[in-house]
Each structure stands twice: as structure tokens, then as C-alpha cells.
């Protein structure tokens, strides 16, 4: 057939199908809808969980930037200014640090606005300094200096640089919240720089003095091969971006954490569930469609007769596809964001109690948008592209031929003594399209698997391990610094006040408490060697950190030697000590602690293994440790036991930041708490953890929350009634996203099922009123189409159950197996529920889909021709 070109009337013959297909449209722009909805509420709450994760990280890092540079001249700084690599570039130029605190550290420097943006160094009280007696700092700084944060007070300000005390009265302009970083910032003016020039003489490669010298957090215009970029902008300088005894060396750094390695895994799995997504909104797209054309076959017939080709029918149905999909994807984008935006908190609800701080947030971030949007197009395309073809290639003869769906190959005719019986026609009528039975019967398979398999997971929560894998007591109580993961347990006006202990003890059945003590930031004085060597040292706000080969990092003290993570335990936190090596004997361990010459080593479990390997220790049994206190050996101890430490002994459930920022990837050294008062000029008491008798449990909880309300307001504490809370709030964030995907897909297939029963009615309306007329009653129609339901609902729910269970024994007793605070347990009721619902589904279109959509007379039926 010869090609004619009448797109004005294809054009208006689509809109014509378009408009008359009432039932069609709604049920397609529901389906494409809920297909946007889904791709735009997962990825909505995948990026906003990324994104408040990785705010956090930035946080405690101190930069969102992309990476930094340091000891830069000032011509240098220029030419990194001018570079083409760049996008966004911050001037920070280092001063010191003041020598007028009492225990928390403070830097002095100045930061222009872009510097301070991205370090996070922006006063939310107040505003930045402008003159030259101006300046800002956190409310952590103005604590240990003992000034009160408010606009306009007086801060006396001393800085050591090149052997001379200097000493500035300063005002302060604004202050901000303190992070998590161990160094607050205190930042000066231009103009104040500009006064006292004379002071910062660029004078790095004789001393190796920071004052003068220009650092710089920068935003790259690529993120690809980020080190290379730096490396070639340092040497293109005149610098030596690797040799750090290079008089010309130029620090640089990636910041991981802006810019994290590429996870395969992630990205397998983030594949896996799009591939999954794509699949449920082909399986209702597509059916709704075919079905639509199946429906309109007679029409395109005659289309065909009169000269239309099979490129402009597909236009047709391609068209009224664009058209639904403009309605349907805006519609579903919108409805998804806010869903995966108020199921956001519920998700970083379990991060909580550890995250201290996090900004939960997601802004209409166009990626969201786009992402979702491009995934729902290429659904719809993929849906439409067969029907269109079908739509396509009908002839005319066939399309008037066309009653419905049947199969085309020869049936083997069944003779019955009592003819045909309601419940054989209704089984022969699910093989008239077999491909649409299967896509339907799919379609309710995958929400029946993916909701039990969610209820499988979500059950197999161990509420036992969880809490023996975090703690070992009814209670522990430690300062609040503690149990923010934004500060940690770092210096000594983080430990727990010893009143808030005393007050403990008073109450009714407490049993079993036990005091642990741990070293801090501000014990620099106390050092440990245990045979380790460093190859390499670096400062970093104001600590030294030596590099071992293996590119380990550990706090050094005073001395150059490492600090380590040491503890002081009493009786009661040593009998609670799990001994994987060396002596084990619990009164012999007592007996030699006691004794002052013996220490343990100790390493954190990893999360469900219940063991560690020996290459984990930094020590051997017997073993010699010694202990230096101001450079001077002051007592030798040796390895008597190596121990498998959970939480509460090595800081609070879920928090490392304080032995993470103390003693880095050093050892840990537990030690009798007499031995630690000793060796400590100040020792620091880090937490209390003991159990009671459960009649007084409510009680305690009681107490301690009345305490912390009126008595000591920076005091906290944890328990196993708390810990179970947030195995609660896990369970419920796999049930809500689990749920949301599975109601999703059970919507889907549910839509799918009505749409096929309705179109069903519609399309074999001639068939219904010539059985009618050969003596069906409208009670054995009924009763036909109702079996044709269940035999849907029965054959979904059937093979739900035995996938369910099939897939619940395999991929998620894997998934179980390798997630520490799991035990697999196998349920099929979810399923089961699932599938009756589905019947009661099954029993009720149909009945209400005859009386509206199956109306006249049977002579009135038989005359119709569409």
C-alpha cells in the first residue's frame, strides 16, 4: 500500500480514539502514575538518605568541598584563582593556635566567604568579621575561653608565631554551633590580615611555618581523576605535590567523603531494583494497552480499508501514549516526591540516636525529576512499542472478523455428557490470550512475593543479638558528648560526672556496675610503645599523626610516641569481658590486673562474627608494653589476654568517634582502674554500665530522665528498652519502603486485573448475548466471570505462596545469613493473607463489572457493532 501523508487526520482521528476511550485513560494515566510514583519515591529517598549521610560525614570532616590545598604561596594561591580546573575556590590563610584555652583547641585564621561556606565555618548568630578587631568562633570555643556567646563580647585572644606571645582584644561579630571536629575555628578579618601584615611573612620553606603560607578548599568543574588534576595544577605551579621533604612541597587531599570510590555492588543492586521497577510498570502499561487495542480492533480494520499504513496507526496509539503519558508522569513525579519525602524521616529515624545533628532533608532536586521521568518514558515505551505493532498489522478481513481473543492453534474438542460446565469455560476462557493471563498472574506474583518477602526480613530481626552485640548491661550512663557521634568521648569535659554515678548507686536494685576510665586528647603526656614504626608523620590541627607502611594512623603524644585508646575497668567490666586468647581464667585475669604488671588487649567485634582474626592485634600473649609519662618510662606492662570487645566497652552502642579520634588505628589497652588513676594525672571517667533487677527497670528509666531533665543536663544514657526501640525502628523502615514498593506492584496487578475483566466484558459482549440466547442466564454469566477471577487470583496466589517460600529459603536466607543482627525465620502467612485478599478482589469486579458495563437486551447486544 502507497504511503499518503494526512497527519492532521491522524492527528485527529488519535484525538477522537483518545477522548472515546474514557475507561482506557484513566486506567493508563493511573498506571503510568503509579509507575512515575514508584521510580520517584525510591529514588527520593535514596538520594535524600545519601545526602544527609553524606552531610553528616562532611560535617565531622569540617569540608564539602571536593578536595584542599595547602602551604601555597600567595602567587600560587592566584594562579590556582585563575585555573581552569576550578569552580569555586576559598582563601584560607592559617595564623595558630591560641594559647589562652584551657582544654579545647582553637585555630586562628582567616577565611574568606567561599572558605567558610565550604567549611562549614559560617555564623548562624551574628555574622562574619569585617574590622579589624572582629572575629567568629564556635559556641565550644567560647565555652573553654568562659565567655558568654553573644554578640559583642570581649575575647582576649593569644597566639604563639615564631618564639613571640602575641595578645589581641577582640569583639566578637558571630558564632556557630560546633561540629564534630576535635578543632574549633576562629576566624579573622581582611582587614585585621591587612593591619598586621608585617606578622605573616611567607616563610614555610626555611621553618616550615603555616603563618604566611595560603590553603584552599576547592569545588572542581570535573570530578574525574581528582588527584592527577591536582597533582598536574602543583607541578604547572612550581610545586612537588609527593615529596614532603621537598622544600616546594604542596599538600593535597581528595575529600572522600564528596567524593566516595565508586561501589559496584551498589551499583549492581541499584540496577537490579530499577530492571524490577521497569518491569512492574511494563507488566500494567503494556496489558493496559494491549487490551485497549484489542478493544478498538474493528477501528483500525477500517482505517486499514480506507488507505491509512501501519506507520500511521502505530502514530495513532503512539500519540494517545504521549498524550496519557503527559498527564499521567507529572502527576505520579509529584505524588512520588512527597511520599519518599515524609517517608524520609521514618528511614533516617533509625540513624538517630547515633547521628546527632544530621540534617534530614531532600530539596526537588532535578536529578529526582529527571531520573524518575526518564525511567517512566522508557517503561511506556517499551509497553506500547507491541500493542502499537498489533494495532498495525491488522487487516481489514481479520478485524472484522475479530470477536475477542482466542487461540489460534486447533483445540482437541472435549465431549461432555452434560455439555459444557460454568467451571470448564471459565478455565478454557483464561487461554484466549495466554500472554496476558501470564502478565496479569506476574503482576500479583510480585507483589505476593515482594510483601512476604519484606515480612520475612523484617521478622528475622534478632532482638537478642542486636542488644548483645551493642551492650552487655540493663543500663549504661556516659556524658551526652559521648552519645553524639558529632563530638565522641575526646577530652576531659567529656566524662561522665562521678555525682550523676553516686546518685545511680543509691537507687533500688542496681546490680553488677562497673566504672571504665579512658584516655583523651588532652593526656598527651602519656605514651605508649608496643614495637610499632612509623615511616612517615603529618600535622594536622594541631596533633601530630605518625604513618605506619601499612598506611595505619595513630595519635602521637607529646614524645612522638603513639597514645593509643587506654582504659581503666573495675571488677565488674573485666567479668564481662569476652577472652579470646591468652589466659582466660576470669579470677586469674583479676589476680594479675591486680598485681600492676598486665594488661589486655582489645579488639571491636565484627558486627555477628563472634570472632576475630589474630592479625587483627597489634600485640602477641606476653608481650611487653611500655608506657611513657613526659617522655620518661614509667612502668612495663605485659600482654596477659587479647579480648573480643562489643560497644559499651570501648565507648557507647553504635559511637567509635571517641577511640576513632583519640587513638586512630592504634591498639586498645585495658588496664585495672588503679593502674590507670596512677599513670593519669587527670582520669577521666568515660561511662557507668550496670544492670538491675527487672521490678525496678521502669523505675531506673524513671530516674534517670528526671536526673538528666533537672539535675545534669549534660548527662545521657542508654538501655536495652532503647536499644529494642531501634530495632523497632528498623523493622519499620523495612516494612514502610518494602511496603510502599509491594502496594505499589499489588495496585499494579490489581488495576491490570480490573481493566482486563471490564475490557473482557466489553469486547465479548456478542459472545455473552449469543450464549444468552441459547439459554445462559445472566446468574451463570455472572457466576462464569466471577470463576475466571478466582482461577486469576488462585493461579497468582498459588505460585506466590511457593515462590514466596522458594525465594524466602534462598535469596533472603542469604541476605539473613550475612547481616549480623539477623536470624532467618520463614513465614508464608504474609502470602496467604495476600492471595485471599486478592479472591475477595476476584469475587467482587466481576459482579459489579456486568451491571455496569453489560446493559440492554440481547437484541440490542447482538446488533451492536463496536
Not at 35 to 47: K, Q
Not at 51 to 78: E, N, V
Not at 493 to 504: Q, T
Request: proline share 3%; net charge negative.
Amino acid at each position: 500500500m502507497l504511503e499518503n501523508n494526512n497527519k492532521k487526520i491522524v492527528d485527529k482521528l488519535a484525538k477522537r480514539s483518545f477522548f472515546k476511550n474514557k475507561m482506557r485513560n484513566i486506567a493508563a494515566v493511573t498506571a503510568i502514575a503509579l509507575t512515575a510514583l514508584l521510580f520517584t519515591s525510591i529514588i527520593t529517598i535514596g538520594i535524600g538518605a545519601s545526602q544527609s549521610m553524606t552531610l553528616t560525614s562532611q560535617k565531622q570532616k569540617g569540608s564539602k568541598a571536593d578536595a584542599d590545598l595547602r602551604y601555597m604561596t600567595a602567587d600560587q594561591f592566584q594562579k590556582l584563582e585563575e585555573s581552569d580546573m576550578v569552580e569555586t575556590v576559598g582563601e584560607r590563610r592559617p595564623i595558630g593556635f591560641l594559647s589562652n584555652t584551657n582544654h579545647h583547641n582553637v585555630e586562628l585564621d582567616y577565611m574568606d566567604a567561599v572558605e567558610q561556606e565550604l567549611t562549614f565555618s559560617m555564623p548562624t548568630h551574628g555574622k562574619a568579621p569585617r574590622a579589624a578587631n572582629e572575629i567568629a568562633t564556635t559556641d565550644r570555643a567560647l565555652e573553654d575561653l568562659g565567655i558568654t556567646p553573644e554578640v559583642g563580647s570581649k575575647i582576649p585572644v593569644e597566639f604563639e608565631l615564631r618564639g613571640e606571645i602575641h595578645h589581641f582584644d577582640m569583639v566578637l561579630s558571630g558564632w556557630w554551633e560546633a561540629g564534630g571536629m576535635p578543632v574549633s575555628m576562629m576566624i579573622v578579618s581582611e582587614a585585621f590580615m591587612t593591619e598586621n601584615d608585617a606578622l605573616f611573612p611567607y616563610t614555610y620553606r626555611q621553618d616550615l611555618e603555616m603563618a604566611g603560607t595560603y590553603f584552599s578548599d576547592i569545588v572542581l568543574k570535573s570530578n574525574a581523576n581528582i588527584q592527577d588534576q591536582l597533582f598536574s595544577f602543583i607541578r604547572s605551579v612550581g610545586g612537588e605535590p609527593e615529596d614532603r621533604e621537598d622544600p616546594d612541597y604542596i599538600l593535597s587531599a581528595v575529600n572522600q567523603v564528596t567524593n566516595p570510590p565508586l561501589n559496584m555492588k551498589l551499583v549492581i543492586g541499584i540496577a537490579g531494583f530499577a530492571v524490577l521497577f521497569i518491569i512492574c510498570g511494563y507488566l500494567l502499561i503494556y496489558n493496559i494497552f494491549d487490551i485497549s487495542v484489542a478493544q478498538d480492533i474493528r477501528h483500525y480494520g477500517l482505517l486499514r480499508t480506507v488507505g491509512s499504513s501501519k506507520k500511521q496507526i502505530r502514530q495513532m496509539v503512539n500519540r494517545q501514549a504521549v498524550w496519557l503519558s503527559c498527564i499521567g508522569i507529572p502527576i505520579g513525579l509529584i505524588l512520588g516526591f512527597f511520599l519518599g519525602k515524609s517517608v524520609l524521616p521514618s528511614v533516617m529515624d533509625m540513624f538517630a540516636n547515633t547521628n546527632k545533628g544530621i540534617t534530614v532533608e531532600v530539596s526537588p532536586n532535578p536529578i529526582i525529576f529527571i531520573g524518575a521521568a526518564l525511567f517512566a518514558v522508557i517503561t511506556v515505551y517499551l509497553s506500547v512499542r507491541k500493542p502499537a505493532k498489533k494495532a498495525s498489522r491488522i487487516s481489514s478481513l481479520e478485524a472484522s472478523r475479530y470477536v475477542g481473543d482466542s487461540a489460534v492453534c486447533k483445540k482437541k474438542t472435549s465431549k461432555r455428557k452434560n455439555g459444557s460446565r460454568i467451571t470448564h469455560m471459565a478455565w478454557a476462557n483464561l487461554g484466549r490470550n495466554k500472554t496476558r493471563t501470564a502478565f496479569i498472574m506476574i503482576s500479583l506474583l510480585l507483589c505476593t512475593v515482594l510483601l512476604n518477602s519484606v515480612f520475612v526480613i523484617a521478622g528475622s530481626f534478632d532482638t537478642d543479638k542486636w542488644i548483645k552485640s551493642l551492650s552487655k548491661t540493663d543500663f549504661i550512663i556516659a556524658s551526652s558528648s559521648t552519645f553524639n557521634n558529632m563530638k565522641g568521648f575526646i577530652h576531659h569535659d567529656d566524662a561522665l560526672d562521678e555525682n550523676m554515678v553516686k546518685a545511680v548507686e543509691e537507687q533500688p536494685g542496681v546490680i553488677d556496675g562497673g566504672r571504665l576510665f579512658k584516655n583523651t586528647l588532652d593526656d598527651k603526656s602519656v605514651s605508649f610503645d608496643y614495637g610499632f614504626k612509623i615511616v612517615d608523620t603529618e600535622e594536622s590541627d594541631g596533633y601530630s599523626y605518625g604513618i605506619t607502611a601499612e598506611g595505619e594512623s595513630f595519635t602521637l603524644a607529646d614524645d612522638k610516641r603513639p597514645m593509643c585508646n587506654a582504659f581503666g575497668m573495675s571488677d565488674a567490666v573485666l567479668s564481662r569481658m569476652t577472652i579470646v586468647n591468652g589466659e582466660k581464667d576470669l579470677n586469674v585475669l583479676r589476680e594479675k590486673l591486680a598485681e600492676g604488671n598486665y594488661i589486655i588487649e582489645g579488639v571491636s567485634e565484627v558486627r555477628g562474627s563472634g570472632n576475630v582474626s589474630v592479625k587483627e592485634y597489634n600485640c602477641e600473649i606476653g608481650q611487653k608494653v611500655d608506657v611513657y609519662v613526659d617522655g620518661k618510662k614509667a612502668k612495663t606492662f605485659t600482654v596477659l589476654a587479647q579480648a573480643l570487645l562489643n560497644d559499651v566497652e570501648y565507648e557507647v552502642p553504635s559511637i567509635n568517634t571517641g577511640v576513632v579520634q583519640v587513638g586512630n588505628d592504634s591498639p586498645y589497652f585495658y588496664m585495672s582502674q588503679n593502674d590507670f588513676e596512677t599513670i593519669y594525672q587527670n582520669p577521666t571517667l568515660l561511662s557507668y554500665s550496670f544492670n538491675i533487677n527487672p521490678e525496678y527497670e521502669m523505675q531506673m528509666e524513671e530516674f534517670l530522665d528526671d536526673y538528666i531533665q533537672n539535675v545534669n543536663p549534660n548527662g545521657s544514657y542508654n538501655s536495652v528498652s532503647l536499644l529494642k526501640a531501634d530495632v523497632k525502628k528498623t523493622q519499620q523502615v523495612v516494612y514502610v519502603i518494602g511496603g510502599i514498593i509491594g502496594i505499589v506492584m499489588g495496585i499494579a496487578g490489581i488495576i491490570n486485573f480490573i481493566n482486563m475483566v471490564i475490557t473482557s466484558i466489553i469486547t465479548r459482549r456478542h459472545e455473552f448475548a449469543a450464549m444468552q440466547s441459547i439459554g445462559m442466564t445472566k446468574k451463570q454469566l455472572n457466576r462464569m466471570m466471577t470463576l475466571e477471577g478466582i482461577y486469576y487470583a488462585l493461579g497468582a496466589g498459588i505460585l506466590g505462596i511457593i515462590s514466596s517460600g522458594i525465594l524466602g529459603v534462598t535469596l533472603v536466607r542469604m541476605i539473613s545469613s550475612n547481616i549480623w543482627f539477623m536470624t532467618f525465620h520463614l513465614t508464608i502467612i504474609p502470602a496467604v493473607i495476600i492471595c485471599v485478599v486478592f479472591l475477595l478482589i476476584a469475587i467482587i469486579v466481576p459482579t459489579i463489572s456486568l451491571k455496569i458495563f453489560h446493559k440492554g437486551s440481547i437484541v440490542e447486544q447482538l446488533r451492536e457493532t463496536e
